[in-house]
């Protein structure tokens, strides 16, 4: 992946370089090295900042928000996941606000904050009227299920 951004680069293309870094930072995170990751989702972020090319900042930040949390960065994460769904809803971007409110309930979850997570997530989930077989809109109703379940009384209507 180094190899092909370089070489991207050798013919002065900058297009799409805040994307590639994403996808490199996440390799090196699966990889185990998060802080590896962190440093690449920085140099994106503040590529982005210089070119102005956004439409891939609001995953940048919930990635980083994952990374911080691997790495125990638990406040930093938070912040990270809440700036990734705040650019998500300015740029209308559903998909990447869909991941960043997943990201975030997950979080809030762990903390002991389901019916927070719950009222994030759930009418993030309800905005998609197709593709409930993909992934993403799959594990956003696997935990949004499990939410409701922690607190079957509030928001529930049978």
């Avoid at 962190?38 to 982005?48: G, N, R």
């Avoid at 930093?76 to 409110?101: H, I, M, P, T």
Wanted: net charge negative; hydrophobic share 45%.
């Amino acid at each position: 992946m180094r190899g092909a951004i370089a070489g991207v680069e050798t013919v002065n293309a900058k297009v799409l370089r805040p994307l590639h870094l994403g996808h490199l930072a996440s390799a090196h995170a699966s990889l185990g090295q998060v802080e590896v990751g962190l440093d690449l989702l920085c140099e994106a972020i503040q590529t982005l900042e210089k070119t102005g090319e956004r439409f891939f900042e609001a995953e940048l930040h919930r990635l980083r928000g994952g990374m911080c949390l691997t790495s125990g960065k638990e406040v930093e994460a938070e912040a990270a996941l809440k700036r990734g769904l705040e650019v998500a809803r300015l740029q209308e971007a559903r998909l990447w606000e869909l991941r960043a409110a997943t990201s975030l309930a997950h979080l809030w979850r762990d903390q002991g904050r389901s019916p927070e997570a719950r009222d994030l997530l759930a009418p993030v989930y309800e905005w998609f009227t197709e593709g409930f077989d993909l992934p993403d809109l799959e594990n956003a109703r696997a935990l949004l299920d499990e939410l409701i379940r922690a607190s079957p009384k509030i928001g529930r209507s049978e």
